[in-house]
């Protein structure tokens, strides 16, 4: 396409232009009043959305009828694609085709060039204000690491790795199940390789201590920002365990027993690790015959005794 620069900076203008707008708005109003706004429409907003319509038809064409590896311009928009959830919710159609769009965009063939550039804008994206952002950001991360599997160099591996690890300990809880679902997948495509490395960095965040006695009043105190460490590490531990749906490695046994401290831990650590040994025990289930040979005596009974406790189910 000729003058796809050109192009491309005029896009990257109008729907800067449209997320200023809506984030403007949402960030002065209640959330009864924005939804108000998303039946009366004014000509400023009704305007910002036909151009998002007009994009998505033009991402929808040229994405599904280009043969050629992605053209690095595009590249450019894909921080405001990670911020126009807002503006794509005031319509049911756009609200189907910004995830569509994501994933078509992570899929695409990319040069080593292309990559590195594609991961320097998400390390951007996972760092912006909007939670809502850097949840689009860890999806695309997802999906450029599966779908790129064996085009990427180890550099671009590695950072990609470091992001979801970081995004682990994300302030916001949906971000961080989001990135423990990446991790998951990552892990169980071969992407990311489970070594000491990664489950010592895991283990050493999960020990992180959130609570702690106030020694003016006494009462114990949580220190959120541990705990959402804590909760990383956790989540952490648990995409290796549910990356080995139908099978048991040599490092599992391990990380399982390990996680049965945390079955009542605060909230939400010990909602994570219960859903997690649940998940296990079904998918192991079959096969358990077998599978428990993976284990010593000591591993077995404290599987055994948080598997069958009372209070697990409590």
């Known amino acids: 396409m000729k003058n796809m620069k050109r192009f491309i900076d005029y896009l990257e203008k109008r729907l800067n232009k449209g997320i200023e707008l809506f984030s403007s708005v949402s960030d002065s109003v209640e959330t009864d009043e924005m939804s108000k706004l998303a039946d009366t429409k004014s000509p400023q907003h009704q305007s910002a959305i036909n151009c998002l319509q007009t994009i998505f038809a033009w991402f929808g064409y040229y994405i599904y009828k280009s043969?050629?590896?992605?053209?690095?311009?595009?590249?450019?928009?894909?921080?405001?694609?990670?911020?126009?959830?807002?503006?794509?919710?005031?319509?049911?159609?756009?609200?189907?085709?910004?995830?569509?769009?994501?994933?078509?965009?992570?899929?695409?063939?990319?040069?080593n060039k292309s990559s590195k550039e594609f991961i320097d804008q998400?390390?951007?994206?996972?760092?912006?204000?909007?939670?809502?952002?850097?949840?689009?950001?860890?999806?695309?991360?997802?999906?450029?690491?599966?779908?790129?599997?064996?085009?990427?160099?180890?550099?671009?591996?590695?950072?990609?790795?470091?992001?979801?690890?970081?995004?682990?300990?994300?302030?916001?809880?949906?971000?961080?199940?989001?990135?423990?679902?990446?991790?998951?997948?990552?892990?169980?495509?071969?992407?990311?390789?489970?070594?000491d490395r990664l489950v010592s960095k895991l283990k050493s965040l999960s020990a992180i201590k959130s609570r702690k006695k106030d020694k003016e009043t006494g009462k114990i105190v949580t220190n959120m920002s541990n705990l959402v460490k804590r909760h990383g590490g956790v989540l952490g531990l648990c995409s290796i365990v549910s990356s080995c749906p139908y099978d048991v490695p040599d490092y599992l046994p391990d990380v399982v027993t390990y996680l049965c401290s945390f079955t009542n831990d605060q909230v939400p650590i010990q909602g994570s690790v219960r859903k997690c040994l649940s998940e296990f025990r079904r998918t192991h289930h079959d096969n358990w015959s077998e599978h428990k040979l993976k284990f010593d005596e000591s591993q077995l009974s404290i599987l055994m005794d948080i598997l069958i406790s009372p209070s697990y189910y409590a």
């Open 67 to 111: 043969y050629q590896p992605v053209n690095h311009e595009i590249i450019r928009l894909i921080p405001q694609l990670c911020s126009v959830d807002k503006i794509a919710a005031q319509e049911v159609t756009m609200k189907t085709q910004l995830p569509m769009i994501r994933i078509a965009i992570s899929m695409w063939i990319m040069d």
């Open 122 to 195: 998400l390390v951007e994206i996972v760092k912006m204000k909007s939670w809502m952002s850097r949840l689009a950001g860890v999806q695309m991360l997802q999906n450029f690491g599966i779908f790129n599997l064996f085009l990427v160099e180890n550099e671009v591996k590695l950072k990609i790795e470091n992001l979801i690890l970081d995004s682990l300990v994300d302030e916001q809880l949906e971000v961080r199940i989001c990135a423990s679902l990446a991790l998951t997948a990552l892990i169980h495509s071969n992407f990311i390789q489970v070594d």
